[in-house]
């Protein structure tokens, strides 16, 4: 089989030195494991070096005290936090939260691995030297002075350590070393942005432990915070012309763009998140002009430390509702800075887009990446955004403003910001790097089929990207907002997310859904199930929550499986769809799944089915009418009338989809879905909720 | 017109960045619930929003209001930072001379140089007024409890009598005529309902969102509630609670805000939407009446500003008054020979209700927005106050080019 394959850009992995997935897909393995990177970076497990964080009570610090004693414990690997005498406890702190994502005995085994010892920040307290330091993340305070010092500090006791900075605004040529800025919160957040010349052992392994690391450029503030602190900023200077109380802006800012900025500085802790935020917008300004300057509020308030939102006594108690014109006004002074910003980074190639997209939306809460959301706008609409908000903030205009750099929409780097596809010449592998569903992930996979269609390729895998989607959560449900009122965007929805998820089924003559990671669940789920064949790791969960939502599955997850089951098989995918609890992919084989295994044996198995090298049969698939759906049994009581509601409409859709021929199938499962969204049982419930919470305010 | 000193050369109003909310009567809105100091200054940041200045151009805050409220003691520093600002100020009160009392602190900090941009902020709460508990061991009672708003209207300590019955008092002591104090009421209401028909109230009065602990709507404060139509058969169909006095004749308590600013003349000029329009303070006075007569104590204070400028009502483009009482305004006209039809030509607290300490400020804001319909002109405040008190001044709404000209003591 050639060794050579194409692609429509460039595989996220790929910027790790890891190759691509199919690669991967086709070495049966993935490129590089912990065990090995362990080895390299801590030292055999004969003289096995220990991981040193620095700044360990800190915010940063304790957080990632937690995340890398988890993953490294098992490895034989101490963590040692080093911190000031009088820094109070944050590692304790992080005690519950461990207990509850680990249970007792291995929150008291992971903690059993770290060590914490006490220095006066500038002697390094002498038993540090018995746990061999081989890697330093250091977290201490961002003043570049002390960080060097500290950092020549540990180079004199430890030579060859490696160092990695989680500074947010340093770049990596003033400081000395490596760059690993991580996104809060810290201890379940699992990004870090990266600043090393080359893709090194250290962000390999944090890959392989399941960590997001992401090669970004050198700059003064990386990406994370040029976004963070720039819609914190916009936010700022709307207040500042305008009045809006901060926790108004907070709240469109939400409606319209994802983040609550104001709310995110006072959660993270306002002394510091102002200091930083500010510090940020500082060295930008220094380095960009006006576009950054940080407003007299910030500076006032890295000072003070004073919070956004008013305390509990003082919640706001006069409204402040923003008519149409100054609604658009306002989308102008938060996206015109941010699309200004988004351009500056592009135009310096700070990393791949789909870093840069991933980032805002992972990291900073944006509903839709950056990169996404000008694409939507296109580059006309985005560019006169810009102009806009300069007529706001003249003196923005004057420097920083790249608009060449939304020149190239219609490339694929561009296009493909959540999916992407390769193929040797015989198979394809299409990778999603987005946890939920939405109409850009819908959009891009089509294009992605479009693009394997005209290259011939018959045979293909689908399967997260191994990056940036850990996981695949389901649909996305801000996508339902516009359906809780209007029955016809419910079904066209429905219809045009199943239609896609069709073409798994009839665009190939073999497809093979491989399911990683935690778990998949419901519209990914319903997605990977319309492959001829479904490939899943071992633990990975597997399930249709929507009834607690409560929604109705719109991508044929109420009759699709039924028709690949044996009707024997029929009352746990009824359970399943009735109880929304996840099933561990295992105990599924052979009415979800078709097959499962370790990973790299789920790698194999997929490209061997694909190849039509494996023996594993393909389930038949009854297009006809279904007879004989049993009735429920064995649920446990509905808790409250939503649930119930929900279980009703879902048995309901399951009957008459199941009950028809797969042509009609389609539109009678996406009729069911899309009334039930309009009824109360569904405006009461999560998507709802969230909807009033978020968009009617 | 001849007096052309302006009392504090360089303060001035800078026209359209003031706003009042509506005042709903006592007990029928969210406003009876609420902390009105955090109601006000919230309602400042959005009035002040509105009228496209932001509040990161104030330098200094004065507060007005008579009626205790939460966490007073923290006064205009903390009520600025409900909006955000860390600015000084302080709070002051004169019964109802307070909105005036506060309009004319702040032009004395601007002349002095306290601050460029001034805010006035006053409002009271009548609703469920508080009430105070004073130990007193001289008194018999050893304990007072007095309920602020009622008992102290129900009671003057200086003569022992109530306010209802200094207005009854004053109308023996003018022999007024009921027929004439029922006249001045039907025709303030029809006042009032006109200004409120043409959009002028549109202009100043603000509508206002109260929200509840959840963030949900609470209620909206959009109307001066308890206003409502009346009629001379009904008018004349009320029990006298005193001599002239009824029910339809006296106003009622209510809640409400109002702000504006006070500022040089050059950050008037950059922070009105009208830069042209130059608002100033001519002349202030006070005055006090005899025991138990408020309501003549507004007509001594105008004729004692009059005799201190040389102006005469003739000068006066708009006459704007606090009456809490109708006979005021029939006082008023027999002692200045003055048409009572030609006062409060857009409305007045007899109609709009009595929450003290922003009531002049709303009389105030309508009288300078009716001077600018005019063309421009002097406008005379003037109102009784708790003590027999009479306070009065004049503005002038005039051309800021020619402003600068006739100031006297700016040359």
Same mark, same amino acid.
């Given at each position: 089989?050639?060794?050579?394959?194409?692609?429509?850009?460039?595989?996220?992995?790929?910027?790790?030195?890891?190759?691509?997935?199919?690669?991967?897909?086709?070495?049966?393995?993935?490129?590089?494991?912990?065990?090995?990177?362990?080895?390299?970076?801590?030292?055999?497990?004969?003289?096995?070096?220990?991981?040193?964080?620095?700044?360990?009570?800190?915010?940063?610090?304790?957080?990632?005290?937690?995340?890398?004693?988890?993953?490294?414990?098992?490895?034989?690997?101490?963590?040692?936090?080093?911190?000031?005498?009088?820094?109070?406890?944050?590692?304790?702190?992080?005690?519950?939260?461990?207990?509850?994502?680990?249970?007792?005995?291995?929150?008291?085994?992971?903690?059993?691995?770290?060590?914490?010892?006490?220095?006066?920040?500038?002697?390094?307290?002498?038993?540090?030297?018995?746990?061999?330091?081989?890697?330093?993340?250091?977290?201490?305070?961002?003043?570049?002075?002390?960080?060097?010092?500290?950092?020549?500090?540990?180079?004199?006791?430890?030579?060859?350590?490696?160092?990695?900075?989680?500074?947010?605004?340093?770049?990596?040529?003033?400081?000395?070393?490596?760059?690993?800025?991580?996104?809060?919160?810290?201890?379940?957040?699992?990004?870090?942005?990266?600043?090393?010349?080359?893709?090194?052992?250290?962000?390999?392994?944090?890959?392989?432990?399941?960590?997001?690391?992401?090669?970004?450029?050198?700059?003064?503030?990386?990406?994370?915070?040029?976004?963070?602190?720039?819609?914190?900023?916009?936010?700022?200077?709307?207040?500042?012309?305008?009045?809006?109380?901060?926790?108004?802006?907070?709240?469109?800012?939400?409606?319209?763009?994802?983040?609550?900025?104001?709310?995110?500085?006072?959660?993270?802790?306002?002394?510091?998140?102002?200091?930083?935020?500010?510090?940020?917008?500082?060295?930008?300004?220094?380095?960009?002009?006006?576009?950054?300057?940080?407003?007299?509020?910030?500076?006032?308030?890295?000072?003070?430390?004073?919070?956004?939102?008013?305390?509990?006594?003082?919640?706001?108690?006069?409204?402040?509702?923003?008519?149409?014109?100054?609604?658009?006004?306002?989308?102008?002074?938060?996206?015109?800075?941010?699309?200004?910003?988004?351009?500056?980074?592009?135009?310096?190639?700070?990393?791949?887009?789909?870093?840069?997209?991933?980032?805002?939306?992972?990291?900073?809460?944006?509903?839709?990446?950056?990169?996404?959301?000008?694409?939507?706008?296109?580059?006309?609409?985005?560019?006169?955004?810009?102009?806009?908000?300069?007529?706001?903030?003249?003196?923005?205009?004057?420097?920083?403003?790249?608009?060449?750099?939304?020149?190239?929409?219609?490339?694929?780097?561009w296009q493909q910001l959540y999916v992407n596809a390769e193929h040797d010449g015989h198979i394809g592998v299409v990778t999603i790097s987005r946890e939920s569903y939405n109409g850009d992930v819908d959009a891009e996979l089509n294009?992605?089929?479009?693009?394997?269609?005209?290259?011939?390729?018959?045979?293909?895998?689908?399967?997260?990207?191994?990056?940036?989607?850990?996981?695949?959560?389901?649909?996305?449900?801000?996508?339902?907002?516009?359906?809780?009122?209007?029955?016809?965007?419910?079904?066209?929805?429905?219809?045009?997310?199943?239609?896609?998820?069709?073409?798994? /089924?009839?665009?190939?003559?073999?497809?093979?859904?491989?399911?990683?990671?935690?778990?998949?669940?419901?519209?990914?789920?319903?997605?990977?199930?319309?492959? /001829?064949?479904?490939?899943?790791?071992?633990?990975?969960?597997?399930?249709?929550?929507?009834?607690?939502?409560?929604?109705?599955?719109?991508?044929?997850?109420?009759?699709?499986?039924?028709?690949?089951?044996?009707?024997?098989?029929?009352?746990?995918?009824?359970?399943?769809?009735?109880?929304?609890?996840?099933?561990?992919?295992?105990?599924?084989?052979?009415?979800?799944?078709?097959?499962?295994?370790?990973?790299?044996?789920?790698?194999?198995?997929?490209?061997?089915?694909?190849?039509?090298?494996?023996?594993?049969?393909?389930?038949?698939?009854?297009?006809?009418?279904?007879?004989?759906?049993?009735?429920?049994?064995?649920?446990?009581?509905?808790?409250?009338?939503?649930?119930?509601?929900?279980?009703?409409?879902?048995?309901?859709?399951?009957?008459?989809?199941?009950?028809?021929?797969?042509?009609?199938?389609?539109?009678?499962?996406?009729?069911?879905?899309?009334?039930?969204?309009?009824?109360?049982?569904?405006?009461?419930?999560?998507?709802?909720?969230?909807?009033?919470?978020?968009?009617?305010? | 017109?001849?007096?052309?000193?302006?009392?504090?050369?360089?303060?001035?109003?800078?026209?359209?960045?003031?706003?009042?909310?509506?005042?709903?009567?006592?007990?029928?809105?969210?406003?009876?619930?609420?902390?009105?100091?955090?109601?006000?200054?919230?309602?400042?940041?959005?009035?002040?929003?509105?009228?496209?200045?932001?509040?990161?151009?104030?330098?200094?805050?004065?507060?007005?209001?008579?009626?205790?409220?939460?966490?007073?003691?923290?006064?205009?520093?903390?009520?600025?930072?409900?909006?955000?600002?860390?600015?000084?100020?302080?709070?002051?009160?004169?019964?109802?001379?307070?909105?005036?009392?506060?309009?004319?602190?702040?032009?004395?900090?601007?002349?002095?140089?306290?601050?460029?941009?001034?805010?006035?902020?006053?409002?009271?709460?009548?609703?469920?007024?508080?009430?105070?508990?004073?130990?007193?061991?001289?008194?018999?009672?050893?304990?007072?409890?007095?309920?602020?708003?009622?008992?102290?209207?129900?009671?003057?300590?200086?003569?022992?009598?109530?306010?209802?019955?200094?207005?009854?008092?004053?109308?023996?002591?003018?022999?007024?005529?009921?027929?004439?104090?029922?006249?001045?009421?039907?025709?303030?209401?029809?006042?009032?309902?006109?200004?409120?028909?043409?959009?002028?109230?549109?202009?100043? +009065?603000?509508?206002?969102?109260?929200?509840?602990?959840?963030?949900?709507?609470?209620?909206?404060?959009?109307?001066?509630?308890?206003?409502?139509?009346?009629?001379?058969?009904?008018?004349?169909?009320?029990?006298?609670?005193?001599? +002239?006095?009824?029910?339809?004749?006296?106003?009622?308590?209510?809640?409400?805000?109002?702000?504006?600013?006070?500022?040089?003349?050059?950050?008037?000029?950059?922070?009105?939407?009208?830069?042209?329009?130059?608002?100033?303070?001519?002349?202030?006075?006070?005055?006090?009446?005899?025991?138990?007569?408020?309501?003549?104590?507004?007509?001594?204070?105008?004729?004692?500003?009059?005799?201190?400028?040389?102006?005469?009502?003739?000068?006066?483009?708009?006459?704007?008054?606090?009456?809490?009482?109708?006979?005021?305004?029939?006082?008023?006209?027999?002692?200045?020979?003055?048409?009572?039809?030609?006062?409060?030509?857009?409305?007045?607290?007899?109609?709009?209700?009595?929450?003290?300490?922003?009531?002049?400020?709303?009389?105030?804001?309508?009288?300078?927005?009716?001077?600018?319909?005019?063309?421009?002109?002097?406008?005379?405040?003037?109102? +009784?106050?708790?003590?027999?008190?009479?306070?009065?001044?004049?503005?002038?709404?005039?051309?800021?080019?020619?402003?600068?000209?006739?100031?006297?003591?700016?040359?």
């Amino acid at each position: 089989m050639a060794s050579t394959s194409t692609s429509m850009r460039t595989s996220t992995l790929e910027t790790l030195g890891l190759g691509t997935p199919l690669e991967a897909f086709r070495n049966g393995r993935l490129p590089v494991d912990t065990a090995s990177l362990v080895d390299q970076v801590f030292g055999p497990a004969n003289d096995r070096g220990s991981m040193v964080i620095s700044g360990a009570n800190g915010i940063v610090g304790a957080g990632k005290m937690m995340q890398f004693a988890s993953r490294l414990q098992p490895y034989g690997v101490t963590i040692v936090g080093l911190d000031m005498p009088n820094a109070p406890d944050g590692i304790g702190h992080k005690y519950p939260g461990l207990v509850a994502s680990f249970g007792p005995e291995a929150a008291a085994r992971i903690m059993g691995g770290i060590v914490q010892l006490k220095y006066d920040g500038k002697t390094l307290p002498p038993a540090l030297a018995g746990f061999t330091p081989r890697f330093l993340l250091e977290a201490i305070p961002e003043i570049l002075e002390i960080k060097r010092a500290h950092y020549a500090t540990f180079r004199a006791a430890f030579p060859g350590i490696e160092i990695r900075s989680v500074t947010s605004g340093f770049p990596s040529r003033e400081l000395g070393v490596g760059v690993a800025h991580p996104a809060f919160p810290h201890e379940i957040n699992k990004v870090f942005e990266i600043v090393e010349d080359t893709p090194s052992a250290i962000t390999q392994l944090l890959w392989s432990m399941g960590l997001i690391p992401m090669e970004v450029g050198d700059h003064w503030s990386f990406i994370l915070d040029v976004l963070f602190c720039g819609v914190a900023l916009a936010a700022l200077r709307y207040h500042e012309t305008t009045n809006t109380p901060y926790w108004k802006i907070d709240k469109y800012v939400r409606k319209y763009f994802g983040p609550n900025p104001l709310r995110a500085h006072d959660a993270i802790g306002a002394k510091g998140a102002n200091f930083l935020t500010w510090s940020c917008l500082h060295h930008l300004s220094k380095e960009y002009g006006p576009l950054f300057e940080p407003t007299a509020d910030l500076t006032e308030r890295k000072e003070t430390g004073q919070t956004w939102y008013p305390p509990n006594h003082f919640r706001p108690l006069v409204d402040w509702a923003l008519t149409s014109d100054d609604e658009s006004e306002f989308q102008v002074a938060i996206a015109g800075p941010l699309i200004q910003m988004t351009a500056l980074m592009i135009h310096e190639r700070r990393s791949h887009l789909a870093h840069m997209n991933a980032i805002g939306e992972i990291c900073a809460q944006f509903r839709s990446g950056l990169p996404a959301m000008i694409r939507s706008l296109g580059a006309d609409k985005a560019r006169s955004l810009v102009a806009a908000y300069h007529k706001q903030e003249p003196t923005a205009a004057a420097s920083a403003w790249h608009a060449d750099a939304l020149d190239r929409l219609n490339e694929p780097e561009w296009q493909q910001l959540y999916v992407n596809a390769e193929h040797d010449g015989h198979i394809g592998v299409v990778t999603i790097s987005r946890e939920s569903y939405n109409g850009d992930v819908d959009a891009e996979l089509n294009r992605a089929i479009d693009w394997l269609g005209a290259a011939k390729i018959d045979a293909v895998i689908l399967s997260g990207d191994f990056h940036l989607a850990t996981q695949l959560v389901g649909a996305d449900t801000s996508e339902f907002y516009p359906a809780l009122d209007d029955v016809k965007a419910g079904q066209s929805l429905s219809e045009r997310w199943t239609s896609t998820a069709r073409r798994l /089924h009839t665009d190939f003559k073999t497809s093979v859904g491989v399911i990683t990671g935690k778990r998949c669940l419901g519209g990914m789920l319903e997605l990977m199930s319309h492959c /001829h064949f479904v490939v899943a790791t071992n633990g990975t969960q597997l399930g249709l929550p929507e009834v607690t939502l409560p929604v109705v599955p719109g991508m044929e997850g109420c009759h699709w499986n039924f028709r690949k089951a044996r009707k024997a098989d029929w009352p746990k995918l009824l359970t399943m769809l009735l109880s929304g609890k996840s099933v561990r992919a295992e105990e599924t084989v052979g009415w979800l799944v078709d097959a499962t295994g370790s990973m790299d044996e789920s790698l194999a198995t997929a490209w061997a089915i694909a190849s039509g090298t494996s023996g594993i049969a393909r389930r038949a698939f009854d297009q006809g009418a279904l007879e004989g759906l049993p009735e429920p049994t064995g649920l446990p009581a509905a808790e409250g009338p939503s649930l119930e509601a929900g279980r009703k409409a879902i048995l309901d859709c399951a009957r008459a989809s199941c009950g028809a021929p797969l042509a009609d199938a389609l539109s009678i499962q996406a009729k069911h879905s899309a009334e039930f969204m309009k009824t109360a049982a569904c405006r009461k419930g999560r998507v709802g909720s969230e909807f009033i919470k978020t968009m009617a305010i | 017109m001849s007096f052309k000193d302006s009392l504090y050369p360089r303060a001035r109003i800078p026209y359209g960045t003031w706003g009042t909310s509506f005042f709903p009567a006592w007990q029928t809105s969210a406003l009876a619930e609420v902390n009105i100091g955090q109601f006000a200054a919230e309602s400042m940041n959005r009035i002040l929003g509105l009228r496209r200045v932001p509040t990161a151009a104030l330098d200094y805050l004065i507060l007005g209001s008579t009626i205790p409220w939460h966490w007073k003691f923290w006064n205009a520093p903390m009520l600025a930072a409900t909006f955000g600002r860390r600015i000084p100020g302080y709070h002051l009160e004169q019964a109802c001379a307070t909105g005036l009392q506060a309009t004319l602190a702040a032009a004395a900090q601007v002349e002095g140089h306290g601050g460029d941009v001034v805010g006035v902020l006053t409002f009271d709460r009548t609703s469920d007024s508080p009430v105070g508990v004073f130990p007193e061991r001289r008194a018999y009672e050893r304990t007072f409890a007095l309920n602020d708003v009622w008992e102290n209207f129900g009671f003057d300590p200086a003569t022992g009598k109530a306010m209802i019955a200094t207005a009854g008092a004053a109308a023996r002591k003018h022999k007024l005529d009921r027929r004439e104090v029922d006249e001045v009421v039907f025709y303030r209401y029809q006042q009032y309902f006109e200004a409120k028909q043409s959009g002028f109230l549109d202009r100043v +009065c603000v509508p206002l969102d109260i929200l509840n602990l959840q963030g949900k709507l609470m209620g909206r404060i959009d109307q001066d509630t308890g206003v409502r139509q009346i009629t001379m058969e009904a008018l004349g169909g009320m029990r006298e609670l005193d001599t +002239c006095v009824t029910g339809g004749g006296q106003t009622h308590a209510a809640d409400g805000m109002a702000t504006l600013l006070v500022t040089t003349q050059e950050r008037a000029a950059e922070l009105s939407p009208r830069p042209e329009i130059d608002i100033r303070l001519v002349a202030r006075t006070e005055t006090r009446a005899n025991p138990g007569l408020m309501p003549e104590a507004p007509s001594l204070a105008v004729q004692k500003l009059f005799a201190q400028t040389g102006f005469t009502m003739k000068d006066i483009a708009v006459a704007k008054c606090h009456n809490p009482f109708a006979v005021n305004d029939v006082i008023f006209s027999k002692l200045l020979n003055h048409d009572w039809k030609e006062v409060n030509r857009t409305g007045c607290s007899l109609v709009w209700g009595h929450p003290q300490g922003p009531t002049l400020t709303r009389s105030l804001i309508e009288g300078l927005e009716e001077a600018v319909d005019l063309g421009g002109g002097l406008v005379l405040l003037f109102g +009784c106050a708790a003590g027999d008190v009479g306070i009065a001044a004049i503005f002038e709404v005039g051309d800021r080019a020619r402003a600068g000209k006739t100031d006297r003591r700016t040359q």
